[in-house]
């Protein structure tokens, strides 16, 4: 993912077809076409179309403590060095499932999904403060998830 993405450009229909998708990521085309206008045929290429260019993925959101997934935890990250290339280096960890780079009192945030908090402690002091220029971590762990949506539409 690039640091700058273009910005797409999406015209109305699109932009309600998102919008459609992210209340139900499995609504039928059929019901998205007579939503916006357009055929099931119609509905179906766009919202290819838009899945080919990455304007859109369509995936389940699970909620991970009911998956095993105990212990979550945003880590801020201090780097020396260019932090773009730790950032990608933080893309391969598994456990990591966000990764920015920030321009604040930390230079790279992530976001861990462990199974406990050995699980955690080990991704931090054998995978994470092992890269080459992290210079200090700090975490902050999750005692409650009471918010975690993706449907901020597209304004």
Known sequence: MSATPKQPVLDDISKRIVELLQEDGRRPYAEIGREV??????????????????IIQIVAVTDPMQLGFHRMSMIGIRVTGDPRLIAEELTKIT????????????????????????????????RIRTIPGVMH???????????????????
């Open 37 to 54: 206008g357009l055929s099931e045929a119609a509905a179906r290429q766009r919202v290819q179309r838009m899945t080919e260019a990455g």
């Open 95 to 126: 456990e990591l499932a966000y990764v920015v780079v920030t321009l604040g009192t930390f230079d790279i945030l992530v976001e861990a999904v462990c199974e406990s908090d050995a699980d955690l402690l080990d991704l931090i002091a054998t």
């Open 137 to 155: 971590t700090e975490s902050l762990l999750y005692a409650g998830l009471y918010k975690d949506l993706y449907n901020w539409g597209t304004r």
